[in-house]
């Protein structure tokens, strides 16, 4: 049955990229053994049906160029529930570990003395590779996978290292990169990354309203202008694409 889940404790639960299926066990054993579940806003409806209705479910989602609570808020909200004797439940969309602050609400939990633990998740990349029935690493071709973020702060650049990311033999993803698409295309060219390379945008992945682009990294902001993007999207770029 795996750890306890203690009264007064908090578990950071990855809540996978949207289909309720995709959830391990694990995380749906602790969803349903929780007082108070705290969720992101990008958390599926199917996800959230899993927990029962005597669970308390708190809204602490943040989304880009919407009112949200900070993370701070968010902090606090996790301790206070644990201190009163609460099984708390985070629950994040995709893996708790890639791109989601998990270490500033593990640190406030120690930092008050509350026992706090992880639940892993599957990730959007895997789940939109599987979409694509691709692989993301590929012997000779594709041996190097980078995860990296196009979020920042508004009106300011985006401060990655491109050239470490043009690599021939590289499979880059690119989380919440949609509305940084032009940025995030015109730098890898610049960098030295052929325009030809594929390149794949998966919005929605795993729901039934999921929509791919595929096409070539140059030709990306002309394709995303044809179609109305309104969900979370992934960006996946490198010759591994090619080969799905």
């Not at 606090?76 to 099984?87: F, I, R, S, W």
């Not at 998966?202 to 595929?214: A, F, G």
Request: glycine share 10%; hydrophobic share 45%; net charge neutral.
């Amino acid at each position: 049955m795996g750890e306890e889940f203690e009264s007064g404790s908090v578990w950071l639960v990855g809540a996978g990229p949207g289909d309720p299926e995709l959830l391990t066990r694990k995380a749906e054993r602790l969803v349903r053994s929780a007082t108070v579940v705290f969720h992101d806003a990008l958390v599926s409806t199917g996800v959230l049906d899993l927990v029962p209705s005597h669970v308390r479910l708190e809204s602490v989602g943040k989304r880009a160029g919407r009112h949200s609570i900070d993370q701070a808020s968010i902090d606090k909200l996790l301790v206070q529930a644990a201190l009163t004797g609460e099984k708390v439940v985070r629950l994040k969309g995709g893996d708790p570990a890639i791109f989601a602050r998990s270490g500033e609400e593990v640190a406030a939990c120690r930092a008050a003395g509350i026992i706090v633990r992880i639940c892993p998740g599957i990730t959007a990349a895997s789940a939109a590779a599987a979409s694509l029935e691709m692989s993301l690493t590929l012997r000779g071709l594709a041996r190097k996978l980078v995860f990296v973020t196009a979020h920042s702060q508004a009106a300011e650049p985006l401060t990655l290292d491109w050239s470490s990311l043009t690599g021939p033999d590289t499979t880059l993803a690119v989380y919440m990169g949609k509305t940084a698409a032009d940025e995030v295309v015109r730098r890898l060219i610049v960098a030295g990354l052929p325009g030809t390379t594929p390149v794949a945008l998966v919005e929605n992945v795993s729901l039934p309203e999921e929509r791919q682009i595929l096409t070539r990294l140059s030709r990306l902001p002309l394709a995303m202008r044809t179609i109305t993007l309104s969900g979370p999207a992934i960006i996946l770029v490198g010759e591994a694409v090619g080969q799905g």
